[in-house]
């Protein structure tokens, strides 16, 4: 069941900015954290960037920090992430997921967005 709606991914050149949107239900924006995962070709899902439920802390994986920030808006049940300066290594499907803290895969993940194409191309 799809409970989370990316967008805002694109085909982009190395330097450039983007912004993902996350949409989600409110019982469930209200209830969670959320996080940023990506997944490139042949590789793991990993995560890039984690807010609380309460918006007041975060998480930034090292290869994306003082790049990428994620912030929620609670009054629009809605999650960002702010890419800028994007290389051809951030290339990838890029999902929304809530549940607990620290959201890892397999262990905290109650909900997964469909994902969004991110291609960083030089």
């Known amino acids: 069941q799809v409970q989370l709606v990316e967008s805002g991914g694109g085909v982009v050149q190395t330097g450039e900015s983007l912004r ?3 949409a989600a239900p409110g019982r ?4 969670y954290a959320m996080g940023w995962f990506r997944q490139a ?3 793991e899902r990993e995560r ?13 994986a090292d290869a994306v920090k003082g790049r990428f920030t994620i912030s929620r808006d609670t009054a629009n049940n809605t999650v960002y992430l702010q890419m800028d300066a994007l290389k051809t290594e951030d290339t990838a499907v890029y999902y929304c997921a809530a549940g607990p803290w620290p959201l890892r895969i397999g262990r905290e993940i109650a909900y997964w967005g469909q994902g969004t194409q991110v291609t960083v191309s030089s």
Not at 48 to 60: E, I, K, N, R
Request: aromatic share 18%; with cysteine.
């Open 41 to 43: 070709p042949g590789k």
């Open 28 to 31: 469930l924006f209200r209830s």
């Open 48 to 60: 890039v960037a984690l807010v609380t439920y309460s918006g007041g802390g975060t998480w930034y």
């Open 20 to 22: 993902l949107t996350c």
